[in-house]
């Protein structure tokens, strides 16, 4: 997990409020959004200890670009994992991705 700063002159300048996440093999990489105001305190006053950390994230599936990058559609932060270790790996993510798409297949 990758940490920036809010925008210069805005009351998030003092604040993380963006993060660059990557699965655990490096192969998906995406900045959800919608991270709180309190999550962003949270983060911010806790940095050092959450780098590296796991988030859960929510999305509307995978995503490549011309050049083969891979990321997610519309990722959303949901939270911190305070119960896993490790990112889920890119094929991980396509199980997950499938068995999602399986269950709106009627």
């Known amino acids: 997990m990758v940490c920036g700063y809010g925008t210069k002159g805005t009351k998030n300048?003092?604040?993380i409020s963006s993060l660059t996440v990557e699965s655990a093999d490096g192969k998906v990489t995406?900045?959800?959004?919608g991270i709180t105001e309190s999550?962003?305190?949270?983060i911010t006053k806790n940095q050092e200890s959450l780098m590296g950390r796991i988030i859960e994230m929510k999305?509307?599936?995978l995503s490549h670009d011309r050049d083969g990058n891979w990321s997610t559609l519309h990722p959303v932060f949901k939270?911190?994992?305070d119960d896993k270790d490790e990112?889920?790996?890119f094929?991980?993510?396509?199980e997950?991705?499938?068995m999602a798409k399986s269950l709106t297949q009627d």
Do not use: V
């Open 96 to 98: 997950i991705e499938n």
């Open 91 to 94: 094929e991980d993510i396509k």
């Open 59 to 61: 999305c509307c599936g």
């Open 13 to 15: 300048e003092f604040l």
């Open 30 to 33: 995406t900045k959800p959004t």
């Open 79 to 81: 939270s911190i994992r």
């Open 39 to 42: 999550d962003m305190k949270k």
């Open 87 to 89: 990112a889920d790996s």
